[in-house]
């Protein structure tokens, strides 16, 4: 399968985890109305790290906002897994989410109460299972995978914000989703955690065979994107 | 429950101040109980004791064992009516005295009984009414103020002696303990002149036929509806001896002012309880949006913070009974009395419960309305 994306014009190949489709975003009401996202279309394919940039009131956090369902667009359509995000109601939207989405949030979004594991194995129970042996050994790949596996036990108080932040990516990764949405994974990091951070998710992205798409305002951190887009005024601007 | 288990582990400390509250209120509520029921069969101990099945009052808005005054025509026609074992009056005054040569003051419930009647006491020491017409048996509550057989008890004002000659069980009514007396004693002491007749004289004759209730031992199969009739006709009340417990002084405010305050206490848990949940649901917005974020449900979360209030209230009360348990035991060591009845206990606490859950369950409600999106951080 191989389509071409609208705003770059890139060929992309391999199967489609993201598919958005002249996406219109319109907020508040009367004559207060915003268009927050006018006419956007985005596709993203496994492995590949889609990473959007664009000055605050661009559109952007809106893009991860109706990609992840957490709002419905005004017109426009999100398939993620071949499932039309915005045709289901809510709650089906909402178990989707734990399924077939991943977000990474910015830094401390983490369950206070919760180890960095007891992170992951909630995923499970959000998505209305027990966690098994099996759940309990992919929890600790995972983090593994992001160096914290020594670190399991600790809550988001007793690790750095670094190392929450990769607890944070373990956890989106957990119920194995079809793409990742991260918002503004380094702006509460210092330059080279960032850094890593980034390095960290693109490294990830091609492991789990996952699409991601980023949100970030900070243009030093998207060397290792497969794309970067840029968008203004809810568009995506050729760059 | 995942969640719940999690946050109430490392939450301890606010959840041990509302654990604290609830455990005490539960504590507070088997003690009142075990309290109330002690008092009231303090009040009441009299009544308890009594042979009757049934109690007759003169007909009145509310039957009252100090305002009842029956006469011989009523008796009678009681003692003659079909399906009553047995009849006799009962008379009931409350009186000030003096214990001759101890100077001691005492308040007494003087109880006309008639010799040789069901209604007369059960003797713990001493003699049962004999020959002597001034002879009394007393309650053991007045032979704890020093009282004792032998004395001699000068009633005030009236100035008719009694003599002490038994002693009966804690005997109550309206909490001022019973002097049996023989009905002729009691008529001359509530109806006769201070001090007696003149020497020389009878008392008059009337004053022997009247009393202030009527005592009934019903046969089992007696019919209530002609009872209800002969009441009518003789403008009298009767009311089943458990019944007229109301009738005894205090016993209807007591009864209502401790479930007043049981209610209360009640009440004023599930307002704490809802209070608590609903400052902890507002300090949990970020993370409930979060986990709504993650993917799950309004329901799901619902369930897992009622779990969390359910378990904060099993394990309260529970601390509360034990507590209250604990406490009653040595309440009953002491000199008040404390009488525990498990279902009355079972009930407060079942409403305990549902108050402690209806307060939560309406604080929780709002997790409904936390939007995931303030997960994203130019959302917050």
Redesign the interface.
């Given at each position: 399968m191989s389509q071409v994306s609208k705003a770059t014009g890139d060929i992309i190949s391999g199967a489609t985890r993201l598919s958005a489709k002249n996406l219109r975003l319109v907020l508040g009401d009367g004559d207060q109305t915003v268009t927050a996202l006018n006419d956007v279309s985005l596709s993203i394919a496994a492995g590949e790290f889609v990473a959007v940039v664009g000055p605050?009131g661009s559109g952007k956090?809106s893009l991860?906002?109706v990609c992840?369902g957490?709002?419905s667009p005004t017109s426009g359509s999100v398939l993620i897994g071949g499932v039309d995000l915005t045709s289901l109601p809510e709650?089906a939207r909402?178990?989707?989410?734990?399924?077939k989405?991943g977000?990474v949030?910015?830094q401390s979004?983490l369950?206070?109460?919760?180890s960095a594991i007891?992170q992951l194995?909630?995923?499970v129970?959000?998505?209305?299972r027990s966690p098994t042996v099996a759940d309990r050994d992919r929890a600790r790949a995972l983090l593994a995978g992001v160096g914290l596996d020594a670190r399991r036990d600790r809550?988001p108080g007793q690790l750095s914000g670094g190392e929450n932040q990769r607890v944070g990516i373990a956890?989106a990764l957990m119920?194995a989703p079809e793409i990742l949405l991260v918002?503004?994974p380094t702006?509460m990091l210092d330059h080279n955690r960032g850094a890593e951070i980034v390095d960290l998710l693109a490294r990830q992205t091609k492991e789990h065979s996952v699409g991601t798409l980023m949100v970030t305002h900070d243009p030093t951190m998207l060397g290792v994107a497969s794309r970067v887009l840029q968008m203004d005024d809810g568009k995506f601007r050729a760059t | 429950m995942f969640l719940a288990l999690k946050d109430l582990a490392f939450a301890k400390g606010r959840f041990a101040l509302m654990a604290t509250v609830i455990t005490l209120v539960a504590a507070l509520i088997v003690i009142l109980s075990g309290m109330v029921s002690g008092l009231v069969d303090q009040n009441i101990s009299g009544l308890k004791a009594v042979r009757a099945t049934h109690i007759t009052f003169e007909l009145d808005r509310v039957p009252s064992y100090t305002n009842s005054f029956v006469d011989r025509e009523m008796w009678t026609a009681f003692e003659k009516a079909p399906g009553v074992a047995a009849a006799t009056p009962l008379g009931n005054t409350i009186f000030n005295a003096r214990v001759l040569q101890k100077e001691t003051a005492i308040t007494l419930t003087l109880w006309g009984v008639v010799p040789g009647t069901f209604m007369e006491p059960d003797v713990a020491e001493g003699a049962a009414f004999n020959s002597d017409p001034r002879g009394v048996i007393v309650s053991q509550d007045l032979v704890e103020k020093g009282v004792a057989i032998g004395d001699v008890i000068k009633l005030d004002r009236v100035l008719t002696e009694l003599k002490v000659i038994g002693t009966a069980a804690s005997r109550n009514l309206g909490h001022v303990p019973i002097v049996y007396a023989p009905m002729d004693l009691w008529q001359e002491a509530t109806y006769g002149p201070p001090g007696g007749p003149a020497p020389g004289d009878e008392l008059p004759k009337a004053l022997r036929d009247y009393a202030s209730v009527i005592a009934l031992q019903l046969k089992p199969d007696a019919d209530m509806a002609a009872i209800n009739k002969l009441d009518e006709e003789t403008g009298t009340t009767t009311l089943s001896r458990i019944d007229s417990y109301h009738a005894a002084p205090a016993y209807q405010e007591e009864v209502t002012s401790i479930t007043a305050i049981k209610f209360f206490m009640i009440f004023v848990s599930a307002l704490v309880v809802g209070a608590f949940f609903a400052v902890w649901t507002i300090q949990r917005t970020q993370e409930i949006g979060l986990v709504k974020a993650l993917g799950a449900t309004t329901s799901w979360l619902i369930r897992d913070a009622l779990s969390q209030a359910l378990i904060l209230m099993l394990g309260s009360m529970a601390a509360g009974i034990a507590i209250g348990l604990s406490l009653g035991a040595w309440i009953a060591t002491t000199r008040a009395s404390f009488i525990l009845v498990p279902e009355d206990v079972t009930r407060n606490m079942i409403f305990l419960l549902i108050a402690g859950m209806i307060g939560a369950a309406l604080s929780i409600r709002r997790i409904g309305k936390v939007d995931p999106i303030i997960a994203l951080g130019a959302e917050r």
């Open positions: 605050s956090s991860l906002a992840g957490l709002r709650r909402t178990q989707l989410r734990s399924t989405i977000f949030f910015q979004n369950v206070s109460s919760l007891d194995l909630l995923m129970h959000v998505a209305g809550r956890r119920n918002d503004e702006s | -």
